[in-house]
């Protein structure tokens, strides 16, 4: 499970719970879909994804994977071309790195350029999924209502955009773990 040191902190000295017995999975595999179009060139951009959960009775939801496209990488001579994208647990103002807590997956295309030829595009998983999924693939725990797409470029000359598609299912989370899931998710 991939969970930052910090989430793993509450769980485990604070609250004393086994992660993988703190959640019961009540659904099958089920996918979310979010896309966004950039407010504007080299401009960080955040759009919201509603998740429909019952938090009276503490459910989440497990993401297993998390796809992304985007844009075509653009070809500029002597520069290089970046497009960062992510999907969190909470709004950002700015693309964040691995370390973050709430950081579901993170993926970064770059193309250096030269004078007349170009290397790349490169594109880097921080964070995320690659190859196929499998259910025991876990990427982290969603407890409130919402996830955050966004996007920023750096030397574009265009608004980029970004879809993604993540690979969820509902869990049933116990009260101890739920609070500190939601606790955590709303502190940051």
């Known amino acids: 499970m991939r969970l930052s040191a910090e989430m793993r902190f509450i769980f485990c000295t604070t609250i004393g719970l086994d992660m993988a017995k703190s959640y ?3 659904s099958d595999p089920f996918y ?6 950039m407010t504007g060139v080299d401009t960080y951009s955040e759009g919201e994804i509603s998740l429909p959960l019952d938090s009276l009775n503490q459910e989440g939801v497990l993401v297993h994977a998390i796809y ?13 071309f970046r497009q960062l994208m992510q999907v969190t647990t909470t709004t950002k103002g700015q693309i964040v790195n ?7 997956a993170r993926r970064e295309i770059s193309v250096a350029g030269g004078v007349a030829e170009f290397s790349g595009p490169h594109v880097i998983d921080l964070v995320g999924s690659e190859g196929p999924y499998q259910e025991a693939d876990n990427l ?6 919402n996830i955050f797409v966004a996007m920023d470029t750096e030397n574009a000359t265009a608004v980029g955009n970004v879809e993604f598609r993540a690979v969820m299912s509902r869990i049933k989370i116990q009260p101890a773990a739920y609070a500190a899931l939601v606790t955590n998710e709303l502190s940051s």
């Open 98 to 104: 691995a370390n973050d807590a709430n950081l579901l």
């Open 140 to 145: 982290g725990i969603v407890a409130t209502d």
């Open 68 to 80: 992304f496209t985007s844009s075509r990488p653009e070809l500029i001579p002597a520069a290089q």
């Open 24 to 26: 019961k999975i009540t």
């Open 32 to 37: 979310v879909n979010g896309s966004l179009t």
